[in-house]
Every structure is written in C-alpha cells, then in structure tokens.
T-cell receptor
Framework: GEDVEQSLFLSVREGDSSVINCTYT??????LYWYKQEPGAGLQLLTY?????DMKQDQRLTVLLNKKDKHPSLRIADTQTGDSAIYFCAESHGGSQGNLIFGKGTKLSVKP | EAQVTQNPRYLITVTGKKLTVTCSQN?????MSWYRQDPGLGLRQIYY???????DKGDVPEGYKVSRKEKRNFPLILESPSPNQTSLYFC????????????FGSGTRLTVV
C-alpha cells in the first residue's frame, strides 16, 4: 500500500541549514506537501511540489524532488530556533478518496 | 479570516459516553476530512466527505461516525468512546480532492478514561 517514510529526529545548530528527508512509494502521487506542526498547534502548510517538478524555492525553504527514487527533501536555510517543530511530509494523488498520506513526522530541534 | 474551527479544543470523557466534536469551515470547501494523530503513527484519515450528504470511510473508521448535512459543518461522532480513541483529532477542508490548499483546524485533544 501507500507509504511515506521520514526520519524521526533531526538536530541542527542555529544558522545552519536543515535537510529533512522523505520517501514515498505511491507511483501515482501528484502532489507532495510539507507541513509544520508547532507544539500544541495544528498543521501549517509550508510548501508543496508537483510530482513532475524537480525543485521549488520559497524564501528560506527549498523542496527538492528526486523523482526516480521518490525522494522529496525539505531544506531550511539559516535555521532559527523558531523553526523547531515537527515537520510532516505528505503525498496525494487526488484519487477518489482524496486522502493525504502522511509520514510520521520529523522532530527538528534547533540548538542556539 | 479563512479558517477551520474545531470544538472543543480539549475533552476528557468516560468510556461509553457519546460525544461529538464539531468542525466548521468558512471557505465554501466541498471536501472535508477527519484525521487522528497518534505518537509514532503520524496522521491517519478517519472519514472524509466530498460534498453534502456524501461521506465515506478513511483508513481507520471503526468506532466513529460523521455527517454532512450542510457544506460548512462536518461533525465527528463517537457513539461509545473507548480508551483507544484517546488521540489528537484534526479536521481539514480543501477545495479539491488533490489536497491542494488543505486547511487544518487547531485540533481536539480527546482523552477517554
């Protein structure tokens, strides 16, 4: 079945770049999303990429997609302590169920 | 402000006591969905609705019911809650099935004792 995998933890120093990796299995995926969840809060859509794109940049965020390996990654440049959160990768193919399949989330800790 | 509103934010209840978590969106979205979030399991879809009076099961529907009598509202009903339904619940709405533009509510933390 469909599956989305992420590493569970990532720790970086303030000012460094963070790279959060994801892998999905559904070859019919259309969209790939990155959500941010801060403690006690809901999910905030950060960015997305169509599965036929290679890269998308939005200010400090860059999404790279290795289509062959179904391997999207989220890069956060100049990581700040306010970036500490759980980051979820999710994919959808717009099928009849319209479901987003989420990874288990990567907890990013930013050390000063 | 465009938003998805869930109520309550926190709820502690006892096993077997029926409860309803409300969800309302003001964006005229056709597609609405309920997810539960559990540690180590990520988010899993419970039920979804593609329009008024059109609902269907997601991946983990057991023990839940939903209704969609109006476009803006999509309540989640637990007829006889059990401790394994202790979780963080999110309602979401979207203009399209692809999930593009998904907006999530702030979540409802439910504890069943």
């Amino acid at each position: 079945g469909e599956d989305v995998e992420q590493s569970l933890f990532l720790s970086v120093r303030e000012g460094d770049s963070s790279v959060i990796n994801c892998t999905y299995t559904d070859s019919s995926s259309t969209y790939l999303y990155w959500y941010k969840q801060e403690p006690g809060a809901g999910l905030q859509l950060l960015t997305y990429i169509f599965s036929n794109m290679d890269m998308k940049q939005d200010q400090r965020l860059t999404v790279l997609l290795n289509k062959k390996d179904k391997h999207p990654s989220l890069r956060i440049a100049d990581t700040q302590t306010g970036d500490s959160a759980i980051y979820f990768c999710a994919e959808s193919h717009g099928g009849s169920q319209g479901n987003l399949i989420f990874g288990k989330g990567t907890k990013l800790s930013v050390k000063p | 402000e465009a938003q998805v509103t869930q109520n309550p934010r926190y709820l502690i209840t006892v096993t077997g006591k029926k409860l309803t978590v409300t969800c309302s969106q003001n964006m005229n979205h056709e597609y609405m969905s309920w997810y539960r979030q559990d540690p180590g399991l990520g988010l899993r879809q419970i039920y979804y609705s593609m329009n008024v009076e059109v609902t269907d099961k997601g991946d983990v529907p057991e023990g839940y019911k939903v209704s969609r009598k109006e476009k803006r509202n999509f309540p989640l009903i637990l007829e006889s809650p059990s401790p394994n339904q202790t979780s963080l619940y999110f309602c979401a709405s979207s203009l399209t099935l692809s999930g593009y533009g998904y907006t999530f509510g702030s979540g409802t933390r439910l504890t069943v004792v």
